[in-house]
């Protein structure tokens, strides 16, 4: 039954506990005096109840015949004892009114003196529930206004109850309730009722006009203002508050879960995780719950970026089989059908599957899995529940938690999203661009590294990305002659600027007689004269910077000064590159045709590796010089999920002689519109050795390892330059498609391929074996050249 605080052990531990409550809201240090008094209540019987004809007219003629004879439960007490020892027979009678005997088994509620920290009276429900010996009770910050210190709060009450002025100060306070070694955890919203609580003075008190008390609100925290305006030393309280506790443990618990599960990493750290995990058991009242959470990709994904470090399973290491092809259980259910499935009795299970025997093991005989879904409604996560009891997660617990579910469902893709943003920070940090294929290889590494990163190991660095035992399939489209093609525009464009501008400076000089004039015009004629000799880069500078930096200020400056030359060297910068100041046809004519047939080769290369990468992912990597060269990599190490063999290398091999083929045609289609001709040579290179290949962080590129595999780099770099072996002739030809390759094996593969495409008509039927000079000491170089079809 509901009692006073007084002899019973059990009803002082429950005192104790409100008190160290009450005692973390910074009531230690309160200002103000306090006076425990009964008298406000014992007015309220004399003036309520003394003209009732009922039960409460039995009530108030025994509290009537008691206050008469004990006039001191009138007095006001500075301590909670005296009260309790001289009045403790009658407290609980002048209670009944607000704590009826009907209500208290299920009703929390206490009286305690003006801000004191323990109560003089507590209901038994309250009793119960504080009876645990480990129970601890905890003031919990509801609101910024619980920040307003209690000293202000005491003045706020003064201003309603004395000065008359209502502010709506009775605020809500929380509470959380835990237990010793247990997660168990319940939140209680407190209301105080005030109307025994009374404002009295020492004196005279302060006069509050407007805009002093405007001052005071607009200083909720300055706790010295508000004492100096309402000194201890004038005001006390008397009287005594009534408190009731109302469970608010579902409400308060889904804020919490919604504040954790909103925040972008709620999943990412072990802590937090379990937070949500035990405020999951705290919201559905199944404290003997397990809870585990954990990402996924479904259907079932084996790299390691799909984890995204959310793993937190009621059982470790059942994850890695959990959703093996030979598997059929709870998990791959809920997958399936998306939706959360439910086992209310493990031993019942006619046939269980291993994982399901595991919970079993583990004491487990009811279990409930339940599907996370991204917006796509994808399965990204699981949360599963397992529990010592059949029969647990009943129809009721599983509406209540599907009620919550998208806020699990957004923190899983919020968590992975934040995941993958980082990954991919890593990734252009420290590797740049990479090509889609090896990305997911980029992922896994990143993901260890954040992985490294979180358990706080001593070895951040980034771990090497290689790719062993994959096939080269390398490629060649050059530009014949490029070079001199290009010096011969150069040459062109400077011969005739030189031209132009000595005609300009003979005729500024005759008609100014400025000397500077005549002597860079004998600058212009030497310059002429050396382009009529070898030409090289240099004298393109020279030439440049002659007419930029000196020839062409002077010039402006002659057009202002000298009015009569103005038309005449308007029309000399008419004839020049607008931009460049400088004659720049040919050199654009130039630009012009490489640009048309490097895009042409490009366009045709990344449209036919779309529809490779379908057929077998691979690693590929162009690049753009005076033509287009490319690199293919293919090997089991480079897939994800997918099983390699050498029939796809074959295809690859053969698609390459195709599009040589292809790239022929079309540039043939272009060459007519070209404003300076251009003719193309074609070379593969064969190497039929596995190699090894390592990201190098320096370059942001991919390069082969050891010095055996590095034949096939210096191969690359150098046989398009290289002559037949006792000859002066190029290995590279126009209109020839050339096969390098270093054994015989390679040579019978490739006529294969070219006699094919013979019979294709895609080849003349010519084909030319002819052996190649030793290129940077690697001998036996050979190789196999066919003519393209018109």
Same mark, same amino acid.
């Given at each position: 039954? +509901? ?14 506990i409100?008190?160290? @409550? ?15 008094? $009964?008298?406000p ?5 004399m ?10 007219? %039995? ?9 008469d ?13 005296s ?5 403790h027979?009658?407290i609980?009678?002048l209670l009944?009114?607000v704590?009826?005997?009907?209500l208290?088994?299920?009703?929390y509620?206490y009286a305690?003196?003006?801000? $004191?920290m ?5 209901t038994?429900?309250l009793?119960?529930?504080?009876a645990?010996?480990?129970a601890?009770?905890?003031?919990e910050?509801f609101?910024e ?17 004395y000065?008359k002025i ?7 306070? &929380?509470?959380s ?8 955890e319940?939140?209680?919203k407190?209301?105080?009722m005030?109307d ?12 509050i ?9 607009r ?5 010295? &203002? ?8 004038i005001?006390?309280?008397?009287g005594f508050?009534?408190?009731?506790m109302?469970?608010v443990?579902?409400?308060e618990?889904? +804020? ?7 925040t972008?990493?709620s999943?990412?750290?072990y802590?937090?995780?379990? $937070? ?6 705290v919201?559905?009242?199944m404290?003997?719950v ?8 479904y259907?079932?994904d084996?790299? =390691? ?13 059942h994850?890695?089989n ?17 939706? /959360? ?5 493990l ?6 599957s291993s994982?399901e025997l595991n ?8 279990? $409930?899995v339940v599907?996370l879904?991204?917006h ?15 029969y ?8 209540k &938690? ?16 934040t ?9 252009q ?5 990479i ?6 290889k ?9 992985n490294?990163?979180s358990?706080?190991?001593e070895?951040r ?11 080269p399939?390398?490629g ?11 010096n ?9 600027n030189?031209y ?6 003979e005729?500024?000089?005759?008609q100014t007689?400025?000397?500077l ?19 090289d ?8 910077? &002659? ?7 002077v010039?402006?400056?002659?057009? %202002? ?15 020049m590159?607008p ?10 004519n ?7 047939v ?8 990344e ?17 753009k010089?005076?033509g ?5 990599y ?14 796809q290398?074959?295809n =690859? #091999? ?5 599009s040589m083929?292809? /790239?022929? #045609?079309?540039?043939?289609k ?12 074609f ?31 210096i191969?690359?770099?150098r046989?398009?330059? @290289? ?13 020839k498609?050339? %096969? ?13 391929y070219l006699?094919?495409?013979?019979d ?10 002819v ?11 050979k190789?196999?050249?066919a003519?393209?079809?018109?």
């Amino acid at each position: 039954m +509901s009692s006073v605080i007084h002899i019973n052990p059990s009803l002082r531990k429950a005192a104790e506990i409100l008190g160290e @409550a009450r005692k973390g809201m910074g009531l230690d240090e309160f200002p103000f005096e306090t006076r425990l008094s $009964m008298r406000p209540l014992v007015n309220k019987w004399m003036s309520d109840f003394k003209d009732r004809e009922d039960q409460l007219k %039995i009530l108030y003629n025994e509290i009537k015949s008691y206050t008469d004879e004990h006039p001191s439960i009138l007095k006001a007490y500075t301590d909670v004892g005296s009260l309790v020892k001289d009045h403790h027979p009658i407290i609980h009678l002048l209670l009944s009114s607000v704590f009826p005997v009907s209500l208290s088994e299920n009703m929390y509620g206490y009286a305690a003196g003006p801000f $004191m920290m323990e109560p003089f009276y507590i209901t038994t429900a309250l009793q119960n529930l504080l009876a645990d010996a480990t129970a601890e009770l905890k003031f919990e910050l509801f609101s910024e206004i619980d920040k307003i210190p209690y000293s202000i709060r005491a003045c706020l009450i003064i201003l309603e109850k004395y000065y008359k002025i209502p502010l709506d100060q009775v605020l809500p306070l &929380l509470f959380s309730l835990q237990y010793e070694d247990t997660d168990m955890e319940r939140f209680f919203k407190t209301t105080s009722m005030l109307d025994f609580l009374e404002v009295k003075t020492h004196g005279p008190a302060p006069e509050i006009g407007n805009e002093k008390l405007d001052f005071l609100l607009r200083n909720l925290n300055d706790a010295d &203002l508000w004492l100096e305006t309402f000194s201890p030393d004038i005001f006390y309280f008397e009287g005594f508050y009534l408190a009731f506790m109302n469970d608010v443990t579902e409400v308060e618990t889904l +804020s919490r879960l919604r504040k954790l599960l909103l925040t972008s990493d709620s999943f990412q750290d072990y802590d937090t995780a379990r $937070m949500v995990a035990n405020l999951t058991r705290v919201y559905l009242s199944m404290f003997d719950v397990e809870v585990g959470i954990f990402a996924i990709d479904y259907p079932f994904d084996k790299s =390691l970026s799909h984890r995204y470090n959310m793993q937190y399973p009621i059982i470790d290491n059942h994850l890695e089989n959990l959703f093996s092809a030979k598997n059929d259980n709870i998990y791959i259910r809920a997958c399936k059908e998306n939706k /959360i499935q439910i086992i209310s009795n493990l031993e019942q299970l006619d046939n269980p599957s291993s994982i399901e025997l595991n919970f079993l093991a583990k004491g487990y005989k009811s279990l $409930m899995v339940v599907p996370l879904r991204d917006h796509n409604k994808k399965v990204i996560g699981i949360i599963e529940l397992a529990a010592p009891d059949p029969y647990v997660f009943t129809y009721v617990k599983r509406l209540k &938690l599907k009620e919550i579910l998208p806020l699990y469902d957004v923190a899983v893709e919020d968590s992975r999203n934040t995941v993958d943003n980082r990954i991919q920070n890593i990734i252009q940090e420290q590797f740049t661009n990479i090509h889609p294929s090896v990305l997911w290889k980029f992922s896994e590494t990143a993901f260890n590294y954040l992985n490294r990163e979180s358990n706080n190991d001593e070895i951040r660095m980034i771990e090497p990305v290689h790719f062993n035992n994959v096939y080269p399939i390398y490629g060649q489209i050059d530009i014949n002659s490029s070079t001199t093609i290009r010096n011969d525009a150069v040459k062109k464009d400077l011969s005739k600027n030189l031209y132009l501008v000595s005609e300009i400076l003979e005729e500024a000089y005759q008609q100014t007689r400025f000397h500077l004039l005549k002597k860079l015009a004998f600058e212009v004629s030497v310059a002429s004269a050396n382009l009529s000799e070898e030409f090289d880069i240099n004298q393109e500078t020279a030439v440049n910077n &002659l007419l930029a930096e000196e020839i062409n200020p002077v010039l402006k400056d002659i057009r %202002i000064q000298y009015p009569d030359l103005k038309e005449r060297i308007d029309g000399y910068f008419s004839a020049m590159d607008p931009d460049l100041e400088i004659v720049y046809e040919a050199r654009k004519n130039y630009e012009y045709s490489l640009n048309k047939v490097n895009n042409t080769i490009s366009r045709h290369l990344e449209e036919q590796e779309l529809n490779n990468q379908k057929i077998i992912p691979h690693y590929f990597e162009k690049y753009k010089t005076d033509g287009i060269e490319y690199t293919m990599y293919v090997g089991q190490s480079l897939l994800q999920k997918e099983t390699f063999n050498l029939h796809q290398l074959y295809n =690859l #091999r053969l698609w390459q002689l195709y599009s040589m083929v292809e /790239i022929y #045609r079309q540039l043939e289609k272009v060459r007519p519109g070209l404003p300076t001709d251009m003719t193309v040579s074609f070379l593969v290179l064969v190497f039929n050795h596995p190699l090894n290949i390592t990201f190098r962080m320096e370059e942001k590129r991919f390069d082969v390892d050891t010095s055996y595999f590095a034949r096939y780099e210096i191969l690359k770099k150098r046989i398009d330059k @290289a002559c037949l072996a006792g000859r002066k002739e190029r290995l590279t030809q126009k209109d020839k498609l050339v %096969i390098v390759y270093l054994n015989d094996k390679d040579r019978e593969e490739y006529l294969d391929y070219l006699q094919f495409l013979i019979d294709e008509s895609l080849l003349e039927s010519e084909i030319e074996e002819v052996e190649v000079e030793r290129v940077q000491g690697i001998q036996g170089i050979k190789a196999l050249r066919a003519n393209f079809k018109s």
